[in-house]
């Protein structure tokens, strides 16, 4: 295989996570379970990419959207018949959830960015910051937190500029799509959101 039939490759796997990640967050403001099964596909064919690239902190947490898609989808599904049709499922968020969250945030960028300038990543304050918020804003999405949105806008920023600096430019174009449904997905979910008991 030639360097241009992998480069071919690559692009071809950046466009299907750019339309399935597309499809993804349409979903995902719909609170629709299928969601969670685009984002099995769309969470493979990222790591794929950002392997490829050397950015190895997002190729992990793509491999964990794999694996929390499965959890995420048992808990929407028993959440989901708890209300009406057609409603947003939400649970408030815990004080106690942002403490540790931001714990959390603060201290994992710090030993995320340590252990990926170790190993050589490209980016790995980008890397090391995105990934972090990453994993809180998938654990709130899992849990309904309205909250989770914001943290998405957030994240998917510091995404994108990774994906600019490093030339992945059909990756930054699928994570300012995030960011723009982000946005919308808040005042979605608020406007149709019931809080559950």
């Known amino acids: ?14 466009i299907f996570a750019l339309v399935t990640g597309v499809a993804y967050v349409v979903l995902e403001i719909l609170q629709k379970n299928a969601m969670w099964v685009l984002g099995i596909l769309t969470g493979a064919a990222c790591a794929f ?13 793509n491999l964990y959207y794999v694996v929390i898609s499965f959890i995420g989808l048992a808990k929407w599904r028993k959440d989901g018949a708890r209300v009406a049709e057609g409603a947003i499922h939400l649970r408030a ?11 959390i945030f603060v201290l994992g960028s710090l030993a995320m960015i340590f252990l ?22 998938t654990w709130w999405l899992a849990q309904s937190y309205l909250q989770q949105w914001l943290i998405w806008i957030v994240a998917d920023i510091i995404t994108s500029t990774l994906c600019i600096v490093t030339g992945q430019y059909w990756m930054a174009l699928l994570y300012l799509a995030y960011i723009a449904s982000a946005i919308y997905g808040y005042f979605h979910w608020r406007k149709k959101g019931v809080y559950l008991k």
Do not use: Y
């Not at 968020?93 to 714990?103: N, R, Y």
């Open 93 to 103: 968020l815990p004080k106690k959830v942002v403490l540790w969250s931001a714990c």
């Open 49 to 61: 990419s950002f392997g490829v690239q050397h950015v190895w902190a997002s190729m992990g947490l």
């Open 1 to 14: 295989m030639t360097e241009k039939d992998m480069e071919n490759i690559i692009q071809a796997i950046e």
């Open 116 to 137: 990926l300038r170790a190993i050589g990543d490209a980016e790995p304050r980008l890397d090391g910051a995105a990934t972090v918020l990453s994993i809180i804003g």
